[in-house]
Protein backbone atom coordinates (compact mmCIF):
# COMPACT_ATOMS: atom_id res chain seq x y z
CA UNK A 1 0.00 0.00 0.00
CA UNK A 2 1.24 2.91 -1.16
CA UNK A 3 1.76 5.97 1.67
CA UNK A 4 1.18 10.02 1.17
CA UNK A 5 1.55 12.67 4.03
CA UNK A 6 1.87 15.61 5.28
CA UNK A 7 4.24 17.11 7.65
CA UNK A 8 4.17 20.15 9.72
CA UNK A 9 3.41 22.04 13.28
CA UNK A 10 0.79 21.87 14.58
CA UNK A 11 -1.34 19.67 11.92
CA UNK A 12 -4.60 19.89 14.34
CA UNK A 13 -6.60 21.65 11.55
CA UNK A 14 -5.24 20.09 8.44
CA UNK A 15 -7.55 19.43 5.67
CA UNK A 16 -5.53 17.14 3.75
CA UNK A 17 -5.89 13.38 5.25
CA UNK A 18 -9.92 13.81 5.29
CA UNK A 19 -9.46 14.85 1.36
CA UNK A 20 -7.55 12.12 0.57
CA UNK A 21 -8.25 9.22 2.69
CA UNK A 22 -12.11 10.15 1.38
CA UNK A 23 -10.75 10.44 -2.44
CA UNK A 24 -8.45 6.92 -2.04
CA UNK A 25 -11.72 5.24 -0.93
CA UNK A 26 -13.88 6.45 -3.32
CA UNK A 27 -11.85 6.21 -6.10
CA UNK A 28 -10.47 2.67 -5.21
CA UNK A 29 -6.86 3.73 -4.94
CA UNK A 30 -4.98 1.16 -2.17
CA UNK A 31 -3.36 4.23 -0.27
CA UNK A 32 -3.31 5.99 2.48
CA UNK A 33 -2.57 9.41 3.63
CA UNK A 34 -1.04 9.79 7.38
CA UNK A 35 0.40 13.28 9.60
CA UNK A 36 3.26 13.58 10.42
CA UNK A 37 3.92 16.18 13.20
CA UNK A 38 7.49 17.07 13.37
CA UNK A 39 9.43 18.72 16.02
CA UNK A 40 12.06 19.71 13.93
CA UNK A 41 12.48 19.71 10.06
CA UNK A 42 15.83 17.34 10.92
CA UNK A 43 13.55 14.28 11.98
CA UNK A 44 12.35 14.39 8.09
CA UNK A 45 14.96 11.91 7.20
CA UNK A 46 13.69 9.31 9.99
CA UNK A 47 10.31 9.58 8.74
CA UNK A 48 11.26 8.53 5.47
CA UNK A 49 13.72 5.67 6.68
CA UNK A 50 10.36 4.60 8.59
CA UNK A 51 8.20 4.51 5.55
CA UNK A 52 9.68 3.13 2.80
CA UNK A 53 6.02 3.18 1.27
CA UNK A 54 6.03 6.99 1.13
CA UNK A 55 5.25 8.64 -2.39
CA UNK A 56 4.83 11.87 -2.05
CA UNK A 57 4.07 14.56 1.01
CA UNK A 58 2.38 17.91 1.56
CA UNK A 59 4.48 20.26 3.76
CA UNK A 60 3.00 22.94 5.54
CA UNK A 61 4.20 26.03 8.21
CA UNK A 62 6.72 26.05 9.26
CA UNK A 63 8.72 23.95 6.98
CA UNK A 64 8.20 25.29 3.56
CA UNK A 65 11.40 26.66 3.30
CA UNK A 66 13.41 24.77 5.53
CA UNK A 67 12.10 21.20 3.68
CA UNK A 68 14.13 22.82 0.90
CA UNK A 69 17.35 22.10 2.13
CA UNK A 70 16.47 18.08 1.93
CA UNK A 71 15.72 17.65 -0.94
CA UNK A 72 17.56 17.09 -4.66
CA UNK A 73 15.30 18.56 -6.54
CA UNK A 74 13.53 22.28 -6.87
CA UNK A 75 10.60 22.68 -9.32
CA UNK A 76 11.55 25.93 -10.86
CA UNK A 77 8.53 28.12 -9.69
CA UNK A 78 8.93 26.71 -6.35
CA UNK A 79 12.56 28.36 -6.27
CA UNK A 80 11.20 31.54 -7.36
CA UNK A 81 8.86 31.84 -4.77
CA UNK A 82 11.21 30.36 -2.15
CA UNK A 83 8.93 27.48 -0.68
CA UNK A 84 7.71 23.82 -1.30
CA UNK A 85 4.72 22.50 0.01
CA UNK A 86 4.82 19.45 -2.08
CA UNK A 87 7.48 16.72 -2.41
CA UNK A 88 7.55 13.44 -4.60
CA UNK A 89 9.54 10.68 -2.95
CA UNK A 90 10.48 8.02 -5.72
CA UNK A 91 12.87 4.97 -5.08
CA UNK A 92 15.48 4.38 -7.24
CA UNK A 93 17.07 1.11 -6.19
CA UNK A 94 18.38 1.87 -2.69
CA UNK A 95 18.29 5.68 -2.71
CA UNK A 96 15.33 8.45 -2.29
CA UNK A 97 15.00 10.89 -4.87
CA UNK A 98 13.32 14.13 -3.86
CA UNK A 99 11.40 16.46 -5.75
CA UNK A 100 9.62 19.72 -4.11
CA UNK A 101 6.81 21.23 -6.10
CA UNK A 102 4.65 24.26 -4.59
CA UNK A 103 0.88 24.27 -5.56
CA UNK A 104 0.11 27.37 -3.66
CA UNK A 105 0.32 29.62 -6.96
CA UNK A 106 -1.69 26.79 -9.52
CA UNK A 107 -4.50 27.09 -6.89
CA UNK A 108 -4.74 30.33 -6.10
CA UNK A 109 -4.36 31.39 -10.09
CA UNK A 110 -6.77 28.85 -11.19
CA UNK A 111 -9.79 30.05 -8.72
CA UNK A 112 -8.97 33.65 -9.25
CA UNK A 113 -8.49 34.28 -12.75
CA UNK A 114 -12.27 33.55 -13.91
CA UNK A 115 -13.03 36.46 -11.49
CA UNK A 116 -10.76 39.06 -13.07
CA UNK A 117 -11.76 41.46 -15.20
CA UNK A 118 -10.19 44.07 -17.48
CA UNK A 119 -10.11 46.92 -15.02
CA UNK A 120 -8.20 44.64 -12.65
CA UNK A 121 -4.71 45.66 -13.34
CA UNK A 122 -2.97 46.40 -9.70
CA UNK A 123 -3.64 44.01 -6.51
CA UNK A 124 -2.77 44.72 -2.74
CA UNK A 125 -1.11 41.60 -0.72
CA UNK A 126 -2.44 41.95 2.58
CA UNK A 127 0.99 39.75 4.89
CA UNK A 128 4.39 39.61 3.82
CA UNK A 129 4.88 35.76 5.27
CA UNK A 130 5.14 33.10 3.33
CA UNK A 131 1.77 32.39 1.39
CA UNK A 132 2.33 35.89 0.23
CA UNK A 133 5.18 35.15 -1.92
CA UNK A 134 3.08 32.79 -4.12
CA UNK A 135 0.08 35.28 -4.17
CA UNK A 136 2.44 37.60 -5.47
CA UNK A 137 4.11 34.72 -7.95
CA UNK A 138 0.57 34.00 -8.89
CA UNK A 139 -0.93 37.83 -9.59
CA UNK A 140 2.33 38.71 -11.61
CA UNK A 141 2.09 35.83 -13.84
CA UNK A 142 -1.67 36.72 -14.67
CA UNK A 143 -0.25 39.95 -15.52
CA UNK A 144 -1.16 41.94 -12.56
CA UNK A 145 0.98 44.58 -10.76
CA UNK A 146 1.67 44.21 -6.99
CA UNK A 147 2.07 46.17 -4.34
CA UNK A 148 2.70 44.44 -0.39
CA UNK A 149 0.88 46.01 2.91
CA UNK A 150 2.67 45.41 6.24
CA UNK A 151 2.33 46.31 9.56
CA UNK A 152 5.73 46.79 9.59
CA UNK A 153 8.03 49.78 7.50
CA UNK A 154 9.71 47.15 4.94
CA UNK A 155 11.01 47.78 1.66
CA UNK A 156 8.93 47.49 -1.05
CA UNK A 157 5.76 47.38 0.99
CA UNK A 158 3.19 50.41 2.58
CA UNK A 159 2.01 50.60 6.01
CA UNK A 160 -1.68 49.69 6.36
CA UNK A 161 -2.24 53.38 7.80
CA UNK A 162 -0.98 54.62 4.01
CA UNK A 163 -3.17 53.09 2.10
CA UNK A 164 -6.03 55.93 1.15
CA UNK A 165 -9.08 55.67 -0.62
CA UNK A 166 -7.32 56.46 -3.88
CA UNK A 167 -4.80 52.98 -3.10
CA UNK A 168 -8.05 50.76 -2.98
CA UNK A 169 -9.56 52.38 -6.01
CA UNK A 170 -6.26 51.73 -7.87
CA UNK A 171 -5.45 48.66 -6.29
CA UNK A 172 -8.55 47.00 -6.50
CA UNK A 173 -7.57 44.06 -6.65
CA UNK A 174 -7.21 43.29 -2.59
CA UNK A 175 -6.00 39.69 -1.46
CA UNK A 176 -5.66 39.24 2.19
CA UNK A 177 -2.85 36.61 3.14
CA UNK A 178 -2.95 37.26 6.94
CA UNK A 179 -4.79 35.01 9.58
CA UNK A 180 -6.79 38.24 10.41
CA UNK A 181 -10.56 37.41 10.76
CA UNK A 182 -9.47 33.61 10.73
CA UNK A 183 -11.87 31.50 13.43
CA UNK A 184 -12.09 32.29 16.04
CA UNK A 185 -11.54 35.83 15.89
CA UNK A 186 -14.07 35.93 12.84
CA UNK A 187 -15.08 39.73 14.38
CA UNK A 188 -11.42 40.97 12.97
CA UNK A 189 -10.57 42.48 9.89
CA UNK A 190 -7.57 44.18 7.73
CA UNK A 191 -7.73 47.91 8.66
CA UNK A 192 -8.58 49.14 5.24
CA UNK A 193 -10.89 52.29 3.86
CA UNK A 194 -13.86 49.99 3.29
CA UNK A 195 -16.44 52.93 2.11
CA UNK A 196 -14.24 53.78 -0.63
CA UNK A 197 -14.34 50.08 -2.86
CA UNK A 198 -17.07 49.71 -4.69
CA UNK A 199 -18.16 47.09 -8.14
CA UNK A 200 -14.85 47.41 -9.65
CA UNK A 201 -13.35 45.21 -6.28
CA UNK A 202 -12.32 42.19 -5.98
CA UNK A 203 -11.27 41.10 -2.26
CA UNK A 204 -9.79 37.75 -2.11
CA UNK A 205 -9.20 35.95 1.28
CA UNK A 206 -6.99 33.19 1.61
CA UNK A 207 -8.92 31.91 4.76
CA UNK A 208 -11.82 29.38 4.39
CA UNK A 209 -13.46 29.25 7.97
CA UNK A 210 -15.57 31.04 7.96
CA UNK A 211 -16.82 31.01 4.67
CA UNK A 212 -17.41 34.44 4.56
CA UNK A 213 -15.29 36.69 6.55
CA UNK A 214 -15.53 40.32 8.26
CA UNK A 215 -12.97 41.85 5.46
CA UNK A 216 -15.32 39.79 3.06
CA UNK A 217 -18.42 41.25 4.46
CA UNK A 218 -17.00 44.80 4.46
CA UNK A 219 -16.62 44.65 1.17
CA UNK A 220 -19.34 43.36 -0.55
CA UNK A 221 -21.60 45.94 1.67
CA UNK A 222 -19.81 48.21 -0.44
CA UNK A 223 -20.51 46.52 -3.69
CA UNK A 224 -17.28 44.41 -4.30
CA UNK A 225 -16.75 40.87 -5.35
CA UNK A 226 -15.31 38.41 -3.09
CA UNK A 227 -14.17 35.03 -2.78
CA UNK A 228 -12.73 32.74 0.43
CA UNK A 229 -9.79 30.34 0.46
CA UNK A 230 -11.53 26.87 0.24
CA UNK A 231 -11.64 26.37 -4.17
CA UNK A 232 -7.65 27.35 -3.67
CA UNK A 233 -7.47 25.19 -0.85
CA UNK A 234 -8.91 22.26 -3.19
CA UNK A 235 -7.42 23.04 -6.27
CA UNK A 236 -4.26 22.47 -4.63
CA UNK A 237 -5.15 18.99 -3.32
CA UNK A 238 -5.33 18.20 -6.66
CA UNK A 239 -2.33 20.01 -8.11
CA UNK A 240 -0.71 17.58 -5.69
CA UNK A 241 -1.94 14.53 -6.63
CA UNK A 242 -0.88 15.90 -10.40
CA UNK A 243 2.86 16.44 -8.97
CA UNK A 244 3.16 13.28 -7.04
CA UNK A 245 2.02 11.22 -10.03
CA UNK A 246 3.81 13.14 -12.82
CA UNK A 247 7.04 12.44 -14.79
CA UNK A 248 8.18 15.77 -14.65
Not at 28 to 41: F, G, R, S
Not at 65 to 70: C, K, R, S
Not at 225 to 230: H, I
Not at 233 to 248: P, T, V
Request: aromatic share 10%.
Amino acid sequence: MDKYGIIGKPLGHSFSPDFFNQKFKCENIDAVYEKYELPQIDALPEVLDSNPELRGLNVTIPYKQAVMNYLDEVSEEARAIGAVNVVRVTHQGNKIHMKGFNSDVIGFTRSIEPLLEKHHKKALILGTGGASHAIEYGLRKLGLETLKVSRSEKHDTIRYENITADVVREYNVIVNCTPVGMYPHTEDCPQLPYSAMDSHNLLYDLIYNPDETMFMKKGKSYGAAVKNGLEMLLLQAYASWEFWNSAE
